[in-house]
């Protein structure tokens, strides 16, 4: 399913928004599930992913994949997406979590 996050199209990355306030265009966009492991199928599923530049999905400091910070920013506004997008659906109910 399309991202209810983040449009691939922009070419922007999704954390050097957030962070830095860059809505530059960038090449080799990484595509990030939001909530990975286990609920990567339903992350596909309910369109909760975004596009990261190389260093904001991998490489430290910045990494989601290496700094906590940084990943419970991403599940807090894909809980919120989700909430928004979902109003029906019980997120906690179908990921297992709460992440506000």
Do not use: W
């Amino acid at each position: 399913m399309k991202s209810i996050m983040h449009n691939k199209q922009d070419g922007t990355c999704y954390l050097c928004m957030k962070l830095n306030y860059d809505y530059q265009r960038r090449e080799g966009l990484e595509e990030h599930h939001v909530f990975g492991g286990p609920c990567k199928k339903l992350s596909t599923k309910y369109g909760l992913t975004v596009y990261l530049c190389h260093e904001h999905h991998t490489e430290p400091p910045e990494g989601v994949h290496r700094n906590k910070a940084n990943m419970d920013l991403l599940h807090k506004e894909g809980q919120r997406a989700f909430i928004k997008r979902y109003p029906g659906k019980d997120f906690m109910e179908i990921f297992g979590r709460n992440y506000l």
